[in-house]
């Protein structure tokens, strides 16, 4: 299996257009990152509802973190 094939969900119906994960969920992303980056070591307290948003919209577009 190659590389692309990888990246690729697995529930092709939740992902019709094959979008990597890279390229989805760019505002959840982008929320969590900052987040990340403001908060340093207490991020993971402090961010808990950005990562789950993110992983929630990943999830909806049939990728497993």
């Not at 529930?11 to 390229?23: E, G, R, W």
């Amino acid at each position: 299996m190659d590389r692309k094939t990888q990246d690729l969900p697995k529930d092709a119906d939740k992902n019709p257009q094959k979008l990597k994960p890279c390229c989805v969920c760019l505002e959840t992303k982008k929320a969590r990152d900052t987040c990340f980056l403001d908060h340093g070591d207490n991020a993971e307290a402090k961010c808990h509802y950005l990562i789950a948003a993110h992983k929630k919209c990943m999830a909806d577009f049939g990728f497993t973190i």
